[in-house]
């Protein structure tokens, strides 16, 4: 932890930590966690060091926020990785599930629920599929018409989990500052009639691809520590 003369773009602080380099933007206090050497890292994933520091949300000031460090996928998950939770059976299978699940004092449970995750057909899927299927020609367009729930599953399926708020923050780059990169925004997809490609670059912040715009994400609010 040091701290460092501190004005917006004043400079840029690189770390090496077992073969990966950091890059991490103005700060007037740079306070670090290193992941465990340990770890995999999973594939196509950034990985962000930890951080006790003050977050901002447009004008929340979230005050002092413990982040252990964590990685997040470069790219939104497409239509055609989706297919692959959905052809492994993954709507029959309750372990990949939060339920039961309580929502203002009712209990949910799974055969219940899954009933109303359905397609246009009214099969298992995302709102917007066909009988089980994603559009054609979608193959590597982010999947759309999921809940959360479903959301929640498939990261479950892949052992991974959804990320939290402050862990969505860090990786956009506005969570220490409030400020967000005015060509990041420009460069965004935020035209409702027509998705982009997850691999496309041009709203990329921190090496994370339309972390801005694009598709709406599924995010906990919960599971942080604050000081």
Known sequence: ????????????????HNGIEYLQKPRLNHNYIFPDKT????????????????MFLQGINF??????PFSISKNEVTNKEYQKFMDSGGYDNPTYWDFPFE????I?????????FTDKYGKKGPSNWSYGKFPSG???HPVTGISWFEAKA???????????????????????????????????????????????????????NNIAGNVKEWLHKEAINVA
């Open 39 to 54: 770890i995999n890292i999973p594939e196509g994933h950034k990985v962000f060091l930890g951080s006790n520091a003050r």
């Open 1 to 16: 932890s040091f701290r460092a003369p501190y004005s917006r773009n004043s400079h840029i602080l690189k770390l090496v």
């Open 63 to 68: 005050k002092e926020i413990n982040l252990n």
């Open 103 to 106: 929502i203002d004092g009712v």
């Open 138 to 140: 979608l193959d590597n």
């Open 154 to 208: 498939y990261a479950k399926f892949r052992n991974l989990d959804i990320p939290n708020v402050f862990q969505w923050l860090y990786a956009s780059g506005t969570g220490f500052s409030g400020i967000y990169d005015s060509k990041m925004i420009d460069n965004s997809n935020f035209n409702s009639n027509q998705m982009r490609e997850v691999t496309d670059t041009r709203g990329n912040a921190n090496g994370v």
């Open 108 to 116: 949910y449970d799974f055969n219940s629920s899954i009933k109303k």
